[in-house]
T-cell receptor, first 114, second 110 residues
């Protein structure tokens, strides 16, 4: 059984650019959640996908969007990057359909916006 | 709105001493409470959850609904306990998103 993987590990972008981050869920998991973790803060919920549909969203603007694919891998897209988007982006996968299923986190992608 | 507060950003104790990491929450319903841990150069991982009522690596946490607290405790700290600890709550309904506190960095001195 493989764990949650994310790519790339880190990247640098400039203001106004667009970025795509990728997440591969743990085997057997059909739910993925994305979190933003700013320096010195706890992770903050961006949105969740369950069986390719958005299943909840946090307090993030529409320029943060996502996709989940039939194999349950996922993408986080951020348009019109701002300096404050610099953060560690975490994805977490779980088995949906049960309220107490554990979320397993990936190692994160560190995004720097200059 | 849901909120998790960890009042201490840094906590330092000596090996063998008791440890208590504080966590308070605000939530209108009945949340599920967790402690997550991140060891150096490792990913965020679940330490324990209140519904399990079990001790993991010697740590326990009791949900006190009256005080809206979920403090993490260990009677005798070990050097390998040094890590970043996050308290989190999860809504029972909807997306079941996790709401995290800002974290406490625990350092165990030899």
């Amino acid at each position: 059984e493989t764990g949650v993987t994310q790519s790339p590990t880190h990247l640098i972008k400039t203001r106004g650019q667009q970025v795509t981050l990728r997440c591969s869920s743990q085997s057997g998991h059909n739910t993925v959640s994305w979190y933003q973790q700013a320096l010195g803060q706890g992770p903050q919920f961006i949105f969740q996908y369950y069986r390719e549909e958005e299943n909840g969203r946090g307090n993030f603007p529409p320029r943060f969007s996502g996709l989940q694919f039939p194999n349950y891998s996922s993408e986080l897209n951020v348009n019109a990057l701002e300096l404050d988007d610099s953060a560690l982006y975490l994805c977490a996968s779980s088995s949906g359909g049960h309220p107490y299923n554990e979320q397993f986190f990936g190692p994160g992608t560190r995004l720097t916006v200059l | 709105a849901q909120r998790v507060t960890q009042p201490e950003k840094l906590l330092s104790v000596f090996k063998g001493a008791p440890v208590e990491l504080k966590c308070n929450y605000s939530y209108s319903g009945s949340p599920e409470l967790f402690w997550y841990v991140q060891y150096s150069r490792q990913r965020l991982q679940l330490l324990l959850r209140h519904i399990s009522r079990e001790s993991i690596k010697g740590f326990t946490a009791d949900l006190n609904k009256g005080e809206t607290s979920f403090h993490l405790k260990k009677p005798f700290a070990q050097e390998e306990d040094s890590a970043m600890y996050y308290c989190a709550l999860r809504e029972i309904q909807g997306a079941q998103k996790l709401v995290f506190g800002q974290g406490t960095r625990l350092t165990i001195n030899p």
